[in-house]
């Protein structure tokens, strides 16, 4: 089995005339934290729809654990274990906290409407079990006590955590953050980043992130990867990323490049 968890190769993706995702190749090793940066429009969250099924590319190929992506349903992708979040939280707000992180579980459960209809003894024993993984990651992620409130009841930051709760639930290989920090104070986000890292350290899950807090993204990331117009622009360790021209003139143009060189000669 390969050393990559994920590898995407030449990956198109096309909206009308608009080439969000332009050749790109990538490639993800097992147990790293990583983070996708660019601009926005860069073709960071399609690359992250083109992994989870919500879009079909248009050519490439996306293997993930040695097994291709192509043509699958998202639930069948979460099923091979990929989960993720997204940019704006997306939680289901009228029901409790513990409900939501059961339903994260969905994907693996084996009980048909009909068991359920019967009361049949396997599809309480799959219940019961369903509700104890929920109190342990409800636990993990730090909400303990709060299993019984309304999700949209929960302080921004407690929703994020609850949001990756339920993605855990689903027994990910693969975890997906996008813009995990978004809207969050100093505080939560170094708690969140903290966080990140135990489900690496401890669960043995490998960790995608777009994030737009630099601090965050350099104080985390093994690898980072730069998209710009849907390309790969740069990619390497945090140190190296952040002094690239090329990275400095997508994000700021091309007077900050020139500015930057101006002080290097000085120095």
Not at 65 to 77: D, K, R
Not at 187 to 193: D, F, K, L, N, S
Not at 200 to 219: A, F, N, P, Q, S
Request: proline share 4%.
């Amino acid at each position: 089995m390969s050393d990559n968890i994920l590898e995407a190769h030449q990956v198109v993706k096309r909206f009308g005339g608009l080439l969000a995702t332009d050749h790109l190749d990538y490639e993800l090793p097992r147990g790293m934290i990583a983070s996708i940066i660019g601009p926005n429009g860069a073709g960071k969250t399609t690359f992250f729809n083109c992994l989870t099924g919500f879009y079909q590319i248009d050519e490439g190929t996306l293997d993930f654990n040695g097994s291709s992506l192509i043509g699958l349903e998202s639930y069948e992708i979460t099923q091979l274990g990929i989960s993720r979040t997204f940019q704006n939280i997306r939680l289901f707000n009228n029901m409790t906290v513990l409900e939501n992180i059961m339903v994260g579980q969905e994907p693996h459960l084996k009980s048909s409407w009909i068991g359920a209809l019967l009361g049949l003894p396997s599809v309480r024993r799959e219940e019961e079990a369903t509700e104890a993984r929920a109190r342990e990651l409800l636990d993990f992620v730090g909400l303990r006590g709060l299993g019984d409130q309304l999700a949209k009841n929960l302080p921004y930051g407690d929703q994020r955590r609850l949001e990756i709760a339920r993605a855990l639930g689903a027994k990910p290989k693969l975890l997906l953050l996008d813009e995990p920090t978004a809207g969050m104070n100093p505080r939560e986000t170094a708690q969140t980043t903290t966080f990140i890292k135990r489900l690496r350290d401890e669960l043995g899950i490998t960790i995608l992130m777009i994030e737009h807090d630099m601090k965050v993204v350099m104080g985390i990331s093994e690898k980072v990867t730069v998209l710009d117009y849907g390309r790969k622009i740069a990619e390497g360790l945090p140190q190296e990323i952040q002094s690239n021209p090329v990275v400095i003139e997508a994000y700021l143009g091309k007077g900050a490049t020139a500015a930057l060189m101006a002080q290097e000669k000085q120095a």
